[in-house]
């Protein structure tokens, strides 16, 4: 190890438990398409995202490592993730409050 | 020669940076496509029922087996097997590359009943159906180029890892291109909902 290198060792994942990230990932997969057979309205698109989003963060903090990461590279996610909420947030507010025929 | 001075937490941290703009880039056209759900809902329900959800399905279950070999490679490298973090980086490229080729039948199967970007059968299309495919097309082409940049990108790391560039005590490669294949399969977690399974 060189000098100056105060790193610490990087958190080795065994092969047993990225295979069942991948089994969680495979069954919400078969999850998402079964609910989206049933009508449910605006809510099979609610559901497809959280769905989603929960699959997202599976592969962010396993796949990407992101758990075992500092706060930095943490509170930068957070961040670009409050910039798309005030953006689509803002969006919306702006598509919500339009008078009909103003689009 | 001494070796190079590394700084793994540096190279980690810019690709980070790199991964943060490019969800800011697919979160643009993720509210574009949001902004024309919410006016076009209907329209955008019976255009995606034009799309096969099984071939998107099987996609989607290619991309998450291909991040899994690419998660494995890493733990190949840094436990020492370098062989076998081959072998995990084959069968990732293996499955990006029929990720592609799925994506491509899918495409001219579209293309060969006259729908493709611009075409007059997209614009004779109802006007939230147009959309919905021009949507499509932008964000599944965008997203395939990264797949294609993806394939690139890991044949010149098994090229490195071949020529014995890319070790256990230095794997910042290995883990950046896996980083960005990552991401590549999370936003393809997202469009495969929102194009496939609206209906």
């Known amino acids: 190890m060189d000098p100056g290198d105060n790193q610490p060792a990087p958190r080795i994942l065994s092969s047993r438990l990225l295979t069942a990230v991948w089994a969680a990932l495979a069954c919400l997969t078969g999850l998402t398409m079964l609910l989206a057979s049933i009508d449910l309205g605006f809510y099979n698109v609610l559901a497809a995202l959280a769905i989603a989003t929960a699959k997202a963060l599976l592969v962010i903090a396993f796949f990407m490592h992101l758990k075992y990461e500092g706060r930095l590279l943490k509170g930068l996610l957070f961040l670009a993730f409050v910039l798309l909420a005030i953006f689509i947030g803002l969006t919306f507010l702006d598509l919500a409050f339009r008078a009909p025929g103003q689009s | ?18 991964l943060y703009s490019e969800m800011v880039l697919f979160g643009g056209l993720f509210l574009l496509y949001a902004a024309y759900l919410h006016r076009y809902q209907p329209e955008f329900h019976r255009a995606a029922q034009g799309l096969d959800a099984l071939l998107g399905g099987i996609n989607t279950v290619v991309l998450i087996t291909s991040s899994l070999f690419m998660a494995l490679s890493l733990t190949a490298l840094q436990t020492g ?61 965008l997203h395939g180029l990264h797949v294609l940049v993806g394939v690139v990108l890991l044949g010149v790391v098994m ?15 290995l883990e950046n291109a896996g980083l960005y294949w990552h991401l590549v399969d999370l936003i393809w977690l997202f469009l495969f909902p929102l194009f496939y399974l609206i209906t």
């Open chain 2, 81 to 141: 097997q370098p062989g076998r973090c081959l072998g995990m980086l084959a069968l990732t490229v293996l499955l990006g590359a029929s990720f592609l080729v799925n994506k491509a039948l899918e495409w001219g199967e579209k293309f060969q009943h006259g729908i493709y970007p611009g075409s007059p059968g997209v614009l004779a299309l109802p006007p939230g159906e147009g959309t919905f495919y021009s949507l499509y097309f932008a964000l599944t082409g």
């Open chain 2, 159 to 173: 090229l490195m890892l071949w020529r014995g560039r890319l070790r256990q005590d230095h794997p910042a490669l």
């Open chain 2, 1 to 18: 020669m001494p070796e190079p001075r590394r700084d793994q937490a540096g190279a980690k941290l810019g690709m980070w940076l790199f």
